[in-house]
Nanobody, 124 residues
């Protein structure tokens, strides 16, 4: 069964950093574009960042540009989200996703596979 498994979430103080990882169970995901999304309580899930299958193209939401960095290691079938200068408003469940598209995509409906999510809590 195809799986995406996130890890690295937790509790951090404002201004701190976290690195999320998303490991894929199938090597085929090395040819898939990947994305990170988050959902805060009472809010809709929102796009954060995406990376092409090669890692050559990336895209970021304005809310995280300059603070978050998406990267991937296809040899490990893993995508990362480095989060710096965290704010209390970054508190949410963070999800990784994969799409058969080769290029970066923001639309959630374009993503075929989703992880179970990992909680990130930023205290003030």
């Amino acid at each position: 069964q195809v799986q995406l498994v996130e890890s690295g979430g937790g509790l951090v103080q404002a201004g701190g950093s976290l690195r999320l990882s998303c490991a894929a169970s199938e090597r085929i995901f090395s040819k898939y574009a990947r994305g990170w999304f988050r959902q805060a309580p009472g809010k809709e899930r929102e796009f954060l960042a995406a990376i092409s299958w090669s890692g050559g193209s990336t895209d970021y939401a304005d809310s995280v540009k300059g603070r978050f960095t998406i990267s991937r290691d296809n040899a490990k079938n893993t995508v990362y989200l480095e989060m710096n200068s965290l704010k209390p408003e970054d508190t949410a469940v963070y999800y990784c996703a994969a799409t058969a598209s080769l290029s970066v995509i923001r639309g959630q409906n374009e993503y075929n596979y989703w992880g179970q999510g990992t909680q990130v809590t930023v205290s003030s």
